[in-house]
């Protein structure tokens, strides 16, 4: 019988955790401190970026389009920053928290600059974290949230905006644009026109990127999906290498070597690690 509080749930980046390194996946998606009962997250100056304008630009979607660019932007982001300065952002000095908090501001005023669709209406999937029943009878649930949906009238469709921070673009077989046409077909009852990555870094308008064939990608995604299941039922999410450098930062937590530094809006318990200082201290060119 469906259980949305027993299912197994997974989004694009468990999957890809899944994937890649499957113990690492376990430390982030399955395992909780037992003195919270928190599941855990390091704390990086480059997520924090992302997180920071992430925020100020999905609030966008929630206000009249005319309204959305009445006032300026960076000061919606030094609000925003708020949640993530210091430690608890992964912070260690105040030279890399500038850098990185400069580097946001950039990618702000951009937008600013050149806001395109983000001057059209907008959808809101009325959900805070969008799901639906990828197969009830194996009692798995496919979730993930989109970053904005401009709202085209014409055709009474959507088009999906996806917000990029990072300098690397994303890799053409990725199953993140296939699992967000799956849960706005889902979600909402608009039909799909065209998905775009925007990254902010480099362009000052988003890329439109071809849309799979979505029949053929939910039967990928239920495959991987049911792999992982498996491996949570055997308990089978071990290194495949053995150790290797994405699942060992997480293992120090495991083993009570980091530092805790609070918990973020997601309910985790964030930490950061020794090695990290050292990291800020020699430079970090983002």
Not at 1 to 17: E, L, N
Not at 106 to 126: D, F, H, Q, S, Y
Not at 230 to 245: H, Q
Request: aromatic letters at 10%; a neutral charge.
């Amino acid at each position: 019988m469906a259980d949305k509080f027993a299912a197994t749930w997974v989004s694009h980046s468990s999957i890809g955790d899944f994937l890649n390194w499957p113990r690492g996946y376990f430390l982030k998606n399955v395992w909780k401190r037992p003195e919270t009962g928190h599941k855990v997250q390091i704390s990086s100056p480059p997520a924090s970026l992302g997180l920071a304008v992430h925020d100020v630009l999905e609030s966008l979607s929630i206000l009249p389009a005319q309204k959305r660019f009445q006032e300026p932007l960076v000061p919606k982001l030094e609000i925003a920053w708020e949640k993530y300065t210091g430690k608890l952002g992964g912070f260690f000095d105040v030279e890399t928290e500038y850098r990185f908090k400069t580097k946001a501001e950039e990618m702000i005023r951009k937008v600013e600059k050149n806001p395109g669709p983000l001057t059209n209406l907008a959808v809101k999937i009325e959900m805070n974290l969008p799901y639906f029943w990828l197969s009830e009878e194996l009692n798995i649930i496919l979730c993930g949230k989109i970053d904005w949906l401009e709202y085209l009238k014409e055709t009474d469709s959507v088009n999906i905006i996806d917000f990029k921070t990072g300098k690397h673009e994303e890799s053409p077989d990725s199953l993140q644009l296939p699992i967000y046409v799956l849960l706005v077909n889902n979600c909402q009852k608009r039909k799909v026109e065209g998905a775009f990555y925007w990254y902010l870094d480099s362009s000052d308008k988003p890329v439109q990127k071809t849309i799979p064939d979505i029949d053929k990608a939910q039967k990928q995604i239920l495959k991987i999906a049911k792999d992982i299941k498996l491996a949570r039922t055997l308990n089978k999410l071990k290194c495949l290498f053995n150790g290797c450098p994405h699942c060992e930062p997480l293992e120090k937590i495991f083993k009570g070597e980091g530092e805790f530094v609070g918990i973020n809006s997601f309910g985790q318990d964030c930490f950061v690690l020794p090695q990290q200082a050292a990291e800020s201290r020699e430079g970090v060119i983002v």
